[in-house]
């Protein structure tokens, strides 16, 4: 088995894309997210992606397989809202042990199975944790900015039972994405680092956060800088932006990253800006094409794709990185 702070001194790593741009693929219905265990589940579940690693395994693993064949170097699992408080939604707060647990046994598995057919080319299952629908720092009310709908601990322990249930299904990383506010980011890597404790274990800890508008912060108002020293006394294997922005926008703040940190940079941007359908029109050629600009500037050591990304954006940016060697010194991981 490979170790991914070695390969990411070697050469570019690439990331999976969308998850939930395949999923929509397959029309499931009601009945299909319901499967045999929920079939009498009390409030309606068709949306809730996450559950279909265990109702509909065999779809999952083939989304999977799609991206390796398509040259991933690592994968997500299908656990973006796998907490207690954003399956709250759902009123599946019960079942989340499971949901990641099963999530990443099936995504290592998939790893596995390509790892044994090319050892030179090991595959990785990072654990996806999404940032939950609330926010730590902001009011939701406007009349009320010193409401919270969810505190530091709360967001704590429901990262933590995430965490745990990664781990036990076997994931190499724990990939904490999509960050719009830093202090929900601190309490998923609070819960982290006490999981490490206690087990004894050290994991790669990938962070991704994302800039939500042209203003070029998080929506909780920090600029990428500022993301950047808010979270640097944490041992992380890399740090960079995901989602909200195409490639094009995303250049200058993983500039501002790579200039500012000795840490690996990972981008998995989306392919563009949604349409007026909420859709993305970027072809894979169109993206590929844009995310040549950070390999020219050497500004990214992990590369993928985030909304409206399929296989074959995956299959462009691999064939693009191809055997790139990083040309930077060597990085210092976490």
């Known amino acids: 088995m490979g170790n991914i702070k070695e390969e990411i ?8 894309g969308a998850m939930g741009t395949m999923i929509q693929q397959y029309r499931f219905s009601e009945e299909e997210y319901r499967g045999e265990q929920f079939k009498d589940f009390h409030v309606s579940v068709k949306g809730n992606n996450d559950m279909l690693s265990i109702t509909q395994p065999q779809a999952i693993k083939e989304i999977h397989r799609k991206y390796l064949e ?17 399956m709250a939604d759902y009123e599946m707060e019960d079942y989340v042990y499971e949901l990641n647990y099963q999530s990443a046994k099936i995504a290592k598995e998939v790893a596995d199975e390509f790892t044994a057919k ?14 939950t629908n609330k926010t730590a720092s902001m009011s939701p009310k406007v009349n009320d900015p010193g409401f919270r709908a969810v505190t530091f601990n709360d967001l704590k322990l429901s990262y933590k039972q995430q965490t745990e249930a990664l781990l036990d299904g076997g994931v190499d990383i724990l990939l904490v994405e999509t960050v719009f506010d830093t ?37 909780s108002g920090q600029t990428a800088e500022a993301f950047l020293i808010s979270v640097s006394h944490i041992p992380l294997l890399s740090i960079g932006f995901n989602c909200a922005l195409g490639a094009n926008q995303l250049t200058p ?5 790579a200039r500012k940190s000795n840490l690996p940079v990972s981008a998995h941007p989306n392919a563009g ?9 970027e072809t894979p050629e169109e993206m590929a094409d844009q995310i040549k600009i950070y390999l020219d500037k050497h500004l990214v050591r992990i590369i993928g794709g985030c909304c409206g990304t399929t296989p074959a954006h995956i299959k462009a940016i691999a064939d693009l990185v191809g055997s ?11």
């Open 9 to 16: 001194q070697k050469r570019i790593l690439v990331l999976d």
């Open 70 to 86: 398509a040259g991933a170097d690592i994968i997500e699992t299908n656990t973006f809202s796998s907490t207690s408080i954003a």
């Open 118 to 131: 090319n050892p030179v080319k090991p595959r990785f299952v990072a654990g996806a944790i999404g940032p």
């Open 183 to 219: 202090l929900n980011a601190k309490a998923a890597l609070f819960a982290i680092e006490e999981v490490k404790e206690e087990r004894n274990i050290v994991v790669p800890i990938m962070l991704s956060g994302t800039i939500t508008d042209a203003s070029g912060r998080t929506l």
């Open 253 to 257: 703040h993983l500039e501002v990253l």
């Open 273 to 281: 800006l949604p349409n007026a359908f909420g859709e993305y029109d």
């Open 324 to 334: 790139l060697t990083p040309t930077s010194t060597p990085l210092s991981t976490g």
